[in-house]
């Protein structure tokens, strides 16, 4: 069977991927389960991903794991996958070192418990050498949240005489964010069949692909990374131009 990842062009790869990973529940629920039961095999998409990501050579990979909203679903719930991300931080510490991958993390982060933030600002440190990709999960985050805080921060440095109101630009948008390290993403997956994009970078997706599939999240293997990769790769990227003046390589 061929597969596609021997249409994707090596030379033509997206330096950002961005994923909504969505349908854990629904997944579960399909096969008579429990809503957890969804987000421990969630892990295991986490996993082929980010392997895939990485053997393909895209420098940077951001995964939606768990949003500012989320923390409203039952307490039972935000529990099992409070203490599901723990134990995934804790078992994939050597699995990033062994693929030389660097962990790194965005949103209100003070805010997990206090556990998993130690153990994640400890993966995160232990990761840091590391330089063949980048992962990023965004984790009680949300796009409003975060311009919020730029917004505040801004504020507060006009305020301090640190700059001037007339000195607020893009670019100097661009290094408030939470993702000031991070190029912005080329291509945004959701799973699971929504097509929206529920608080999720909304700067930085200004020019991003979308690519929407109906997989769930759990359901999600190297493949169907390489089959968004594909379709990527056979869109039109214009920036706002017109196709003729697109200087054809
Ligand atoms: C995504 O799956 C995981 C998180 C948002 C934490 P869901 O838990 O949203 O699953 P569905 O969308 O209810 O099926
Ligand atoms: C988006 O999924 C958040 C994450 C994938 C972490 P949700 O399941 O929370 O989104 P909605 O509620 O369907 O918009
Ligand atoms: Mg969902």
New binding site residues.
Partial sequence: MTSYKDKIDPERLPQHVAII?????????QHGKH?VF??KN?VVSVREAAEAAAELGIPYLTL????TE?WS?PKT?VNA?MRLLLQTIKDEVATMNKNNIRLNAIGDLQSLPQRNYMHLMKAIEQTSSNNRMTLTLALSYSSRWELTMVARRIAEDVVAGRCTPEEINQECMGKYLTTSSLPDPELLIRT?G?FRVSNFMLWQIAYAELYFTNK??PEFRREDLYKALVDFQCRERRFGKTSEQLIKK
């Avoid at 939606?64 to 949003?67: E, P």
């Fill in positions: 990973m969505d349908g854990n529940g629904r997944w579960a629920k809503r969804g987000h969630g939606y794991a768990f949003s989320n679903r719930e996958l699971s929504e769930f999240w």
